[in-house]
Structures are given as C-alpha cells and as structure tokens.
C-alpha cells in the first residue's frame, strides 16, 4: 500500500473531509475561550487560548476607548488606543476590520502605513498553504564532538532556518497557529505543524515532568524555548579527514 499524502496524526485531515471553516465557527471558538477565561476554568486553559482570550478583551477595550476620546475630541489618546486596536484585531486574524481603522477609505492614516503593510503580510501567512516554505538552504557550521578524544572532533550541522515570529488566531484553522519567518529571505507562513525539533523538545519535556511528578516537586514547569526552530544535525561523518 503507498504511503498517503495527508497527515495521518491528526484527525479531521482526510482531504475529502477538508472543508472551510465557517464565520459560526469563529465566533463559537471566540465565545468558548472568553467565557472559559472569565470561570473557574481558566485554570485549565493552554498559553495559547489564555492568549486569545487576552487578545479578545484587549480589542473590546481598547474598540470602547477609542469610541469614548473621539467623542471627546482629544486625538492623542484616540489615536493610541486606534492603533492598540489594530494590533488586537490582528492577533485574532480580523484583517478587514484591522486595515479598515489603520486605513479608513483606502488611505493610511498619519503612522499607520508600517502597520497596513503588516497586517497585509500575517494575513498572506495565515492565508497561504501551510505547506510552502521558501527555498532558502540551511546555513551549515561546523562543532567539536563532545568526547575531545573522539577520532573525528569536526562534525558539520545545519543552523536553524525558521524561528517563530508570534502567535495568531487564524480563521482558517479556527485556533492559535504560530507565525514563522525564515530569517535569510523573511518569508513568512502561519500553521499549526510543528517542526521535527519541537517534538524532540515535547517528548524531552514529557520526561521531566513524569520525574517531577514521581519526586512531587511542586510547581516545576519545563517551557519550549518558542525560538526553536527546524534545525536538523547532519548524519555525524565518522570519515578520518
Ligand atoms: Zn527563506
């Protein structure tokens, strides 16, 4: 039997149950983590769903701010709590609306045009297929082998590529995906695929929290460094040069 073409390890990736996630959707998952965020569950929340429940507060006030200061003529703070509001509306993938208040009829507000530009570059990452990825190579260096009497001391590895830019709410996979840039050619691609280093990273963790629970340490907590990226070592050359 050959081998498929989708990704078998997680389910609903079946190309004929592939369909387009609805605006329903969207506000279903929204709704969910706001009202998860403000009980008792909030407890049991991911990084990722406390960082959209945040991201969904901060644009509701910072949407009431700016409504209050233009109503009080004062132009400072309404234009610090538009801009406050583009970044959220960003965050939760709202790229109409965000482009809307940065550029309002079209034209770029006075200090907004950094901004348009970005938004236009994260929706074209969360846009795009999760599966391109830019031809640039890895960056090869070499290392010493950790045993200094080892017969070969020179041992050529690939540099990561990829580093992860930020999180975003994508209305495409209806969650939290990561951004990633390439850091030669800055290409840019939002998915929730996670590079083979990172589940090296997850298995290690899995250990020492089974540890610290079997030695009931209280409270240990083992992050991922979110920079880890797609490096890879090259098959260690065991060749006398
Ligand atoms: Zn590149």
């Known amino acids: 039997m050959s081998k498929p073409t989708w990704d078998t390890s997680r389910p609903g990736k079946h190309p004929a149950l592939a369909r387009p996630v609805t605006e329903d959707e ?15 569950g909030r407890a049991f929340m991911s990084e ?7 991201a969904i507060a901060r644009a509701a006030s910072h949407r009431a701010n700016l409504e209050l200061f233009t109503g009080l003529k004062d132009k400072a703070s309404a234009r610090m709590h538009r801009e406050a509001l583009v970044r959220a509306l960003m965050d939760l993938g709202e790229f109409d609306e965000a482009g809307q208040h940065a550029a309002p009829k079209g034209r770029a507000l006075p200090g907004c045009r950094i901004i348009r530009r970005e938004i236009q570059e994260v929706r074209r990452a969360v846009e795009r297929d999760d599966s391109e990825i830019c031809g640039c190579a890895r960056e090869v260096a070499t290392i010493p082998h950790p045993n200094p009497h080892h017969h070969v001391q020179a041992h050529l590895v690939q540099l990561r590529r990829r580093y992860s830019l930020g999180w ?33 990273q997850i298995q290690h963790r899995a250990l020492l929290e089974a540890e610290a629970r079997r030695r009931k340490v209280p409270g240990a907590n083992f992050p991922i460094d979110p920079a880890f990226g797609d490096q890879e070592i090259l098959r260690a050359s065991t060749q006398r040069r």
């Open 168 to 200: 975003v709410f994508s209305k495409k996979h209806n969650k939290v995906v990561t951004i990633w840039r390439c850091r030669h050619c800055g290409d840019l691609n939002a998915h929730d695929l996670i590079p083979e280093g990172h589940i090296s």
């Open 26 to 40: 969207v506000a279903a998952a929204r709704k969910r983590t706001a009202d998860l965020a403000n009980s008792m």
């Open 48 to 54: 990722q769903e406390k960082w959209h429940a945040d």
